[in-house]
C-alpha cells in the first residue's frame, strides 16, 4: 500500500493516498485514499451531484487493474486522473466491474472504455442490455430524479463487444487475485455484488445501503422502480453469511464490516416501509407523501438540503411503488382470488423470471403465504420438477 503520498492532479483536485484513522471524513470532491484494510485498493469521491462523500468508486490496483463503478458520468474525468495517482495508465485498465445498471453506478462506464481501450465491463446479465442501449435508463432515470437529472450527462453506448455479462457466482480474474460475484436483486434486479476473497473486501453496490461516513451509519437507499422490501433484507442476510472484513459502499466509502452496523440497516429499511405506507393511508394523495418526506428530509446538514431532500423523494417513490406492486400480487397472484375471478388453474405458466417481467410488468414472488406446493393443483407441476415460486396464472 502506498502512504503518505500528495498528488496534484491535473483537475486541480490533489490525491491524498493515506492510511490515517480519519480517511472517512478527510476527503473531498476529486480525493482518492486508500481502503486502509486492503492492500492496492483505492478509492476516489467522484463529486456525484456536487456532494462530497456520497459517490464513491473504487480501483483495484491489481496484475490486470480494474475500477468498480464508474460513477454519474459527469466529471468522469477524474477517475482517470486518480488511476494516473497510482501509476495506472488508460490504456493499463482492464476491468470496469459495474455493480448495476443505475446511472450513478453505469453512467460513466461509455466515456471510461472510451479512454480505456483494453478494458471490459463486466455487469449482471440484466444490466447489460441498459449499457449497450441506454435509452430506457434514460428515461426511467429522468423520471424518478426530477430535478436532479441536472447533474447527470447522457450516457454514451457501451459496445455489446466490450461487454461481459455475469450472473451469480461468476469470477473474474484479475491475475494476482479472483473476484467472485454475488446476485442481489433487492435493490435492483440487475445488481450483482463483486467479491475480493484474498482481501476480504465486498463491493455493495447499493445492496447494504448509504454508508454516511460522518454519522457512522447506513441511510436507506430505495428507489424505483424495482426496490423490493424482502429482498432487500435477504441481500442483507446474503452479506451477514459472508462476513467480509470490509465493505466497500457504492456511497459512500469503505467500513469495517458489522453485523450490527447491517442490523442496523434492516431495522432501518421496515421502519422507513412503514412510515411510507402509514403516510400514504393518511394522505390526500401520493405527491403529499412524497412532499411530505421531502420537506423533513434527515441529513439536510451532511449532503445539504436539496440533495437530502431529492434523495427523500426519490426513496419514497420507490417505496409507493413497491407498494403498489405488493398490492399487485395479491390482486393478481393470491390463489383464491385467482380462482374466484374465473382463472383457470390448469394454465400455469411456467417461466423464467425475466418472462414474468415481461408477461406482467412486476416481478413474482410468493404471496403470503405462499402457493403450498403440496396443495393440490400445484402438486402435479411440482412432480415434474417445476417450483411453485417460478409459477404465474395466466387468463384462459
Ligand atoms: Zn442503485
Not at 436532479?148 to 461487454?163: A, D
Request: contains cysteine; proline residues 6%; hydrophobic residues 35%.
Amino acid at each position: 500500500m502506498i502512504e503518505n503520498v500528495s498528488i496534484a492532479l491535473s483537475s486541480g483536485h490533489y490525491a491524498y493516498i493515506f492510511a490515517d484513522t480519519n480517511w472517512h471524513t478527510s476527503m473531498d470532491i476529486g480525493d482518492i485514499a486508500a481502503v486502509e484494510t486492503a492492500d492496492d485498493i483505492y478509492y476516489i469521491d467522484t463529486g456525484m451531484y456536487d456532494t462530497s462523500a456520497y459517490g464513491s468508486v473504487y480501483i483495484i490496483d491489481a496484475d490486470q487493474p480494474a475500477i468498480v463503478d464508474t460513477g454519474i458520468g459527469t466529471n468522469y474525468e477524474r477517475i482517470i486522473d486518480a488511476l494516473a495517482s497510482v501509476d495506472i495508465e488508460p490504456d493499463s485498465l482492464a476491468h470496469l466491474l459495474v455493480t448495476h445498471a443505475h446511472l450513478d453506478h453505469a453512467g460513466g462506464a461509455g466515456f471510461l472504455i472510451a479512454d480505456c481501450p483494453n478494458a471490459t465491463v463486466h455487469t449482471h446479465e440484466r444490466a447489460g442490455p441498459h449499457l449497450s442501449d441506454p435509452a430506457r435508463l434514460i428515461e426511467g432515470t429522468k423520471a424518478a430524479v426530477g430535478n436532479q437529472w441536472q447533474y447527470y450527462v447522457e450516457p454514451k453506448p457501451v459496445p455489446e463487444s466490450r461487454i461481459n455479462t455475469l450472473s451469480d457466482g461468476d469470477t473474474i480474474d484479475l491475475g494476482d487475485r479472483s473476484i467472485t460475484t454475488v446476485a442481489a436483486p433487492g435493490h435492483a434486479l440487475h445488481q450483482i455484488l463483486f467479491y475480493d476473497p484474498t482481501e476480504g473486501v465486498l463491493f455493495t453496490g447499493d445492496s447494504a445501503g448509504i454508508y454516511v461516513p460522518k454519522r457512522d451509519r447506513i441511510q436507506q437507499t430505495s428507489p424505483p422502480s424495482q426496490f423490493n422490501l424482502e429482498t432487500c433484507l435477504d441481500d442483507v442476510r446474503t452479506i451477514d453469511a459472508m462476513a467480509p472484513e470490509t465493505l466497500c459502499f457504492g456511497h459512500f466509502g469503505p467500513r469495517v464490516y458489522d453485523d450490527e452496523l447491517l442490523s442496523s440497516y434492516k431495522r432501518a429499511l421496515v421502519e422507513w416501509v412503514e412510515a411510507v405506507r402509514q403516510k400514504r393511508a393518511e394522505a390526500n394523495s401520493d405527491e403529499d407523501v412524497i412532499q411530505h418526506f421531502g420537506n423533513n428530509a434527515e441529513l439536510t446538514d451532511v449532503w445539504g438540503t436539496e440533495k437530502a431532500r431529492a434523495e427523500s423523494r426519490l426513496n419514497v417513490r420507490g417505496v409507493l411503488a413497491y407498494l403498489d406492486w405488493q398490492a399487485a400480487q395479491t390482486e393478481w397472484l393470491t390463489y383464491s382470488r385467482v380462482w374466484r375471478r374465473g382463472y383457470s388453474p390448469c394454465s400455469l405458466y411456467l417461466s423464467s423470471i425475466s418472462d414474468v417481467l415481461h408477461f406482467s410488468g412486476v416481478v413474482y414472488r410468493p404471496p403470503h403465504p405462499p402457493l403450498h406446493p403440496t396443495h393440490s393443483l400445484c402438486s402435479p407441476l411440482v412432480d415434474r420438477g417445476l417450483r411453485p415460486d417460478t409459477c404465474i396464472w395466466l387468463q384462459r
